[in-house]
Nanobody, 123 residues
């Protein structure tokens, strides 16, 4: 069964960078899009970034100019490069495979989810 696996989380200080990776071991990332979501304690899950199968990228306003999503088709891996991290970026980050045609950051459009990776940004 296809499962998404994230890696690259950790504890960093404000202003530092991290790169998250997402892959589906044994499978390809054959979705309409791959998205990154995050959920902070006590908050709803929110979309952070998405890359479509055609390579179009989208970001939530708080991530624009700081985060960059990319895809390596040879490695079947999607990355989220996060720069200038802030304490408010602290959350569990999830990779998700999009199969629905609705709003790009609507979690209901994503049918496959990773287990999540924790990012903690200290001030």
């Amino acid at each position: 069964q296809l499962r998404l696996v994230e890696s690259g989380g950790g504890l960093v200080q404000s202003g530092e960078s991290l790169r998250l990776s997402c892959e589906a071991p044994g499978y390809g990332l054959d979705f309409l899009g791959l998205g990154w979501f995050r959920q902070a304690p006590g908050k709803e899950r929110e979309g952070v970034s998405c890359i479509t199968s055609g390579g179009t990228t989208k970001y939530v306003d708080s991530a624009k100019c700081r985060f960059a999503i990319s895809r390596d088709n040879d490695k079947d891996t999607v990355y989220l490069q996060m720069n200038a991290l802030k304490p408010e970026d602290t959350a569990v980050y999830y990779c998700a495979g999009r199969t629905g045609m609705g709003a790009i950051f609507d979690p209901e459009q994503y049918t496959h989810w990773g287990q999540g990776t924790q990012i903690t940004v200290s001030s």
